[in-house]
Every structure is written in structure tokens, then in C-alpha cells.
């Protein structure tokens, strides 16, 4: 029997805000600030988010699901590549949309649509049959 990843409804409340906000939030971050400093890497690190769209839709079952998640991640990320970026006041490396808010449209869409990708991989999974995916005890003090 293969097991999946636990779905993001037996997690822990305080792991579903690290997973739906802060990961995206600190991701956003890091790439914003290095989008002034490398071109390149901050083109790597956006790529490297879409598999991190796919992978959080994953957690889902269903492309409707999956893509309720793209939504907020997306816009978060998106908002503090921005947020992160406008801070470092630094000259942007690599070309970004006019206006700039428009970053925030495009992560937002784009998260939608891998996470949603995400989403029906996992209910295609479970169709198969022979899984699991009962989530692991976490202990923490909102727990």
C-alpha cells in the first residue's frame, strides 16, 4: 500500500497557517530580495515555486480544492516578492509587469492553475486505490 502525504485537513491548525501562509510568505521573500540581486536566481527560485504550487495542491483532493489553495498562496507570494523587494530598495535584476501589482495578478493565476494541476494528481492518486494518508502526530503547542 503507498501512503501519501496527509491532506492539509488532518494537519494541525498551526501546520495549515505555516503551510498556507508563511511558507509562501518567506519563499515570496527570499525571491523578492534576490531579485536584486541576480536575474537568474530569482528566475530559478520562481520556477522552483511552480513544483512548490504542485506540491500544495497535492495536499488537497480535487482540482477545485487545490486551486482554493494556489489562490492564497499565490497572492502571498506574489505580495511579498514585492513587499520584499520594494524593503531591499534595490534596482529590479530581472523585468517584472507595469504596473508592478500586476506580479501579484500572474503569481495569483499561475497558483491557481499548478496547485489546481496539484489537486487533481492527488484525486487521480486516491482513484487508483491501494493508499493512504493519514497524517502523522505533530506535536506543538496548538496541537
Excluded at 36 to 42: K, L, M, T
Aim: hydrophobic share 50%; glycine share 14%.
Amino acid at each position: 500500500m503507498r501512503r501519501l502525504p496527509p491532506l492539509m485537513s488532518e494537519n494541525p491548525r498551526w501546520l495549515q497557517i505555516v503551510l498556507v501562509c508563511v511558507v509562501p510568505a518567506a519563499y515570496g521573500a527570499i525571491t523578492g530580495w534576490l531579485l536584486g540581486i541576480s536575474e537568474g536566481v530569482y528566475l530559478v527560485l520562481s520556477i522552483v515555486g511552480i513544483v512548490g504550487g504542485i506540491a500544495a495542491g497535492f495536499d488537497h483532493v480535487g482540482a477545485k480544492a487545490g486551486a482554493r489553495r494556489g489562490l492564497a498562496a499565490g497572492s502571498i507570494f506574489g505580495s511579498f516578492i514585492l513587499i520584499s523587494h520594494e524593503v531591499q530598495n534595490g534596482d529590479a535584476k530581472a523585468s517584472l509587469p507595469h504596473p508592478g501589482i500586476l506580479l501579484i495578478v500572474i503569481t495569483t493565476v499561475l497558483g491557481v492553475a499548478f496547485a489546481a494541476f496539484g489537486g487533481w494528481l492527488r484525486e487521480r492518486a486516491e482513484q487508483k486505490g491501494n493508499v493512504t494518508h493519514t497524517a502523522p502526530e505533530i506535536p506543538g503547542p496548538l496541537g
